[in-house]
């Protein structure tokens, strides 16, 4: 038995390896090749592909600019960070500007010749009444304020030490809270109607 390992080369980077196993029985007498299970037929004999390609060029990248990008993404992470966080607006909270608005929309009735001539005349003697009561507070006050200056006069004349403690303030008195009379009175048995709204609240999702 005679085998052979042959080796060939060509011009790629990798042999091409061919295993050639000569017999010298591998020729019978009729011409055929005489196969068993030591020995492989002609034909199964193959190539493999040449590998002619080469890794891919990396390109050059400047170190400077690399640096500089990476100072522009922490520029931009800090603006981030200084910039507090946005929160959900509360319309409710908000008067739209239009109910701020104090032009008139709507325009006056015109009233009679009658009705105008009788307001005015009411408005007079309403003047003429809050004219008088004004006049009578006022005579009322000094009545007072001359009255409380005698009686500490008085006072003083027989101590002075209830004198000095009848012009501190009294604490009780403060603070004073005091509602005045509205402009209209109200209602005795006025029940205030509920009302119809809609419903346009915004839903945020975050």
Known sequence: MLSCLVYLRNSSPLPLIWYVVL?????????????????????????????????????????????????????KLKKLERVPPELIPIEDFTTPAKYMDETRV???????????????????????????????????????????????EELRLESEELYQAALRPDPLLFPFNHQGPSYTPPKAQYEAPEGKYNNITKVYTQ
């Open 106 to 152: 709507r325009g006056a009735p015109q009233l009679p010749f009658e009705e105008s001539e009788r307001r005015a005349l009411l408005l007079k003697e309403w003047s003429r009444y809050k004219q008088t009561q004004h006049r009578a507070e006022m005579e009322a006050v000094g009545l007072a304020v001359e009255a409380q200056r005698e009686a500490l």
């Open 23 to 75: 017999h010298s029985s591998l020729m019978g007498v009729d011409g055929h090749v005489s196969q068993g299970p030591w020995f492989a037929s002609v034909l199964t004999l193959k190539t493999s592909a040449p590998l002619r390609a080469e890794p891919k060029k990396k390109k050059k990248v400047d170190p400077r600019r690399e640096q500089m990008v990476r100072e522009r993404l922490k520029k």
